[in-house]
T-cell receptor, first 116, second 113 residues
Framework: GAGVSQSPRYKVAKRGQDVALRCDPI?????LFWYQQALGQGPEFLTYFQNEAQLDKSGLPSDRFFAERPEGSVSTLKIQRTQQEDSAVYLC??????????????FGSGTRLTVV | KNQVEQSPQSLIILEGKNCTLQCNYTVSPFSNLRWYKQDTGRGPVSLTI?????NTKSNGRYTATLDADTKQSSLHITASQLSDSASYICVVSLNTGGFKTIFGAGTRLFVKA
């Protein structure tokens, strides 16, 4: 597609509910990143995929967070048993290159998750 | 500790005026520094990217500078427009052969008529 598409744009979840956030990267982009952005803060790294391989998940805040990219294109970030501190905007970014250094990242508009 | 700090936290200017946003970093080993513009409710969009050897880069009314010795960067916006109202985020990448990036918290710019 023309850009990185994320869905849903907004999600309200009751505490304890599981949620799944979807990211459609730009077609052909090798690298895919997930970031968490709290209100008034810069994005913080969650995890990185190169094609279908999850090369780094060091930023995932707990084992309630799980990400996958089974076919090397669409990715899903799943949060189990949501807590109020999970409320944030979840941004997805993709890059043509393996590291993104040369080509930069294209961000989606994010999914705003509110846990009540 | 790898950190990126931006100042001011927020800024209000009148349309047509210039402004300068600051970014200080303690990231090592340094690879490159990017400035992003993030409109409300949107993802960040890249404005400029500079490597170690570059000390200035322009993109229209945006001019970024980099001093790798003092580990400081600035983003200068000339003749501001209402559409410049956004958050401006400084992002530093580590030269570790991978993808590690450190984001600043951003400067929230409000341009008023």
């Amino acid at each position: 597609g023309a850009g990185v598409s994320q869905s849903p744009r907004y999600k309200v979840a009751k505490r304890g509910q599981d949620v799944a956030l979807r990211c459609d990267p730009i077609s052909g982009h090798v690298s895919l990143f997930w970031y968490q952005q709290a209100l008034g803060q810069g994005p913080e790294f969650l995890t990185y995929f190169q094609n279908e391989a999850q090369l780094d998940k060091s930023g995932l805040p707990s084992d309630r967070f799980f990400a996958e990219r089974p076919e090397g294109s669409v990715s899903t970030l799943k949060i189990q048993r949501t807590q109020q501190e999970d409320s944030a905007v979840y941004l997805c970014a993709s890059s043509f290159g393996a590291t993104g250094e040369a080509y930069g990242y294209t961000f989606g508009s994010g999914t705003r998750l509110t846990v009540v | 500790k790898n950190q990126v700090e931006q100042s001011p936290q927020s800024l209000i200017i009148l349309e047509g005026k210039n402004c300068t946003l600051q970014c200080n970093y303690t990231v090592s080993p340094f690879s490159n520094l990017r400035w992003y513009k993030q409109d409300t409710g949107r993802g960040p969009v890249s404005l400029t990217i500079m490597t170690f050897s570059e000390n200035t880069k322009s993109n229209g009314r945006y001019t970024a500078t980099l001093d790798a010795d003092t580990k400081q960067s600035s983003l200068h916006i000339t003749a501001s427009q209402l559409s410049d109202s956004a958050s401006y985020i400084c992002v530093v990448s580590l030269n570790t052969g991978g993808f590690k990036t450190i984001f600043g918290a951003g400067t929230r710019l409000f341009v008023k008529a």
